[in-house]
């Protein structure tokens, strides 16, 4: 038995790039969501105890949506590749 220890590291180096790229995207889309206020040092000061909401706003929320959307192809295809076999 050999191993083509070429192809492998092909292998390995694809895996490991896409691997981390799903999770930077994902890491992006929920960082995208979570929203920051647009003034939240100020509203601190005007009113400490009142509780700052932050809604992201449609572009963001768009954006997270289509890095999430990318990441569930890339798990789609990835399972697509494995199944066809």
């Given amino acids: ?10 292998v ?5 790039g896409t ?3 799903v999770m930077v995207l994902f890491a992006v889309g929920v960082s995208l969501l979570a929203g920051r206020p647009a003034n939240s ?3 601190e000061i005007a009113n400490p105890t ?7 706003a449609m572009g963001a929320r768009i954006a997270a949506g289509l890095c999430f ?3 569930a192809l890339t798990v789609a295809y990835g399972l ?3 199944i066809s076999k």
């Fill in 41 to 43: 040092r100020a509203s």
């Fill in 19 to 21: 691997a981390v790229g």
């Fill in 12 to 16: 390995f180096v694809v895996s490991f």
């Fill in 1 to 10: 038995m050999t191993i083509d220890w070429p192809a492998f590291g092909e």
């Fill in 69 to 71: 959307l990318s990441c």
């Fill in 80 to 82: 697509y590749l494995i």
């Fill in 50 to 56: 009142a509780a700052v909401e932050a809604t992201p």
